[in-house]
């Protein structure tokens, strides 16, 4: 069936879903324990022999049944791997935090392999005094620790002409989140005196593209971090290894990994990266410059495509992520009807500016079909729009910063599927 005949089925279910598909689970979830059942009354394999022992993974990895849990890629979106994306699978996910080898990888010239002992950071132009960092440098200074996302400016850029990529994997899994560990931006720029007329900052990496981004320098001195470690340990190649650029609350692309120079500047430079990509292209040919803040956004990650309701009618567990660039997320609404109904999500877990929150609403499934979405609101008093919404002032030309509301159709036989609604 191909995408537009669920648009239309989707919408064709509106009308009968019933609004009364509340919270709360009344039947019971656990099943009658049978004396024939062999995963009960048999001795399992693994209770048998001897596992192994603590010097046989000296670095862990997971259970060889969560082998399925991976980056995946598209291999069409991009003309070629070294430039290219893989998405973390949101779907298998809880929590807040991303496992450091499941962040989506954003590439230009691909993983850069440096060596610590030879990694130099130089701090140049408008300065009192030119300097040059080791990474032993670096690690001098006070440090500190923050849980931030990162999101590709295109995240969810494909869904702006309609429904494309069937997962939220797909659709929205150009982002993580993890707690960084470094040292604040304007401790090293203080450390050579930025002169009073610099004002903006070009971070440059070290990769073959040289990736480049004016960076303000209010920003600069506000949250940015140089970071060397992610969650604990150090910084993963193709997270930058072994110095990254961290601006929290604004597009990746600024991210700049494999950190070498840092220039002072009275303007920004409008580099390659900043004027032929990463500009909102308008219906009428102009661009958005310098649109960095990601705002707030959402998404159900199960049930979904890639997860779909794998039991029968009865309790039902629905959760998801939220986040904004420009501060915190003190509520999500849910609803399972395509909007009939909204009902507040239950958000757990910590709740810090420009990080992932975790929401879930449980409730009972029928088994009827359900229309699936979610509306995350900022603490700044912005609220997730339509997609409807966002083309409507933006046009369906740009494939950044695309932060409408998703939905999932989800059948009777609980599979899902990605749908647009009217």
């Known amino acids: 069936m191909t995408d537009a005949h669920l648009m239309k089925k989707a919408a064709s279910r509106r009308g009968f879903l019933a609004g009364g598909l509340a919270a709360g689970a009344s039947a019971a979830v656990a ?3 049978r004396a024939d059942d062999p995963a009960i009354t048999s001795v399992q394999p693994w209770a048998q022999q001897l596992g192994d022992g603590v010097d046989a993974r000296p670095y862990g990895y997971p ?4 082998k399925h849990v991976v980056r995946k890629n598209v291999p069409w979106l991009t003309a070629d791997p070294v430039s290219s994306v893989n998405f973390t699978p949101l779907h298998e996910l809880d929590g807040i935090i991303t496992p450091n080898g499941l962040c989506f990888e954003r590439h230009h010239s691909g993983v850069a392999e440096l060596d610590p002992g030879q990694y130099r950071l130089m701090i140049n132009g408008l300065v009192d005094r030119p300097l040059v960092f080791t990474l032993e440098d670096l690690k001098r200074f006070p440090r500190v620790n923050h849980i931030y996302f990162l999101e590709c400016a295109a995240n969810s850029g494909m869904e702006w002409r309609g429904a494309q990529l069937n997962g939220c994997q797909f659709t929205h899994g150009m982002i993580h989140n993890v707690m960084y560990t470094g040292v604040k931006l304007g401790d090293i720029l203080a450390e050579a005196g930025v002169k009073s007329s610099g004002k903006w900052l070009l971070p440059e990496g070290a990769d073959a593209s040289a990736m480049t981004r004016s960076v303000p320098m209010e920003k ?3 949250d940015c971090l140089i970071a060397f470690k992610m969650n604990g340990e150090a910084l993963r190649p ?3 290894y072994p110095v990254r650029l961290v601006v929290p609350g604004w597009e990746g692309n600024m991210w700049v990994k494999w950190l070498r120079r840092i220039e002072v500047g009275d303007q920004p430079w409008h580099h390659r990266e900043e004027t032929s990509k ?17 705002d707030v956004k959402s998404v159900i990650t199960n049930p979904s495509p890639q997860a779909p309701i794998s039991h029968g009618p009865g309790p039902a567990v629905l959760t998801g992520v939220a986040w904004s660039g420009r501060g915190t997320v003190p509520r999500v609404d849910v609803t399972i ?8 999500s239950r958000i757990d877990g910590p709740s810090l500016s420009k990080s992932m929150h975790r929401f879930y609403y449980e409730f009972n499934w029928t088994g009827e ?10 603490s700044t008093g912005t609220v997730q729009p339509t997609k409807d919404e966002l083309r409507e002032v933006r046009g369906e030309n740009s494939i950044y910063h695309n932060n409408g509301i998703q939905t999932w159709f989800v059948n009777e036989k609980g599979v899902a599927e990605n749908v647009e609604i009217s």
Do not use: I
């Not at 259970?63 to 969560?66: P, Q, R």
């Open 31 to 33: 099943t009658a324990a």
């Open 63 to 66: 259970s060889e049944f969560e």
């Open 220 to 222: 600069a001195l506000g």
């Open 238 to 240: 193709e997270q930058g």
């Open 278 to 294: 990463y500009t909102d292209l308008l219906p009428n040919g102009k661009a958005r410059r310098f649109t960095w803040e990601m």
């Open 337 to 344: 009807d395509g909007g009939k109904n909204w009902v507040p």
């Open 369 to 378: 079909p359900l229309l699936l979405q979610s509306r995350a609101h900022c």
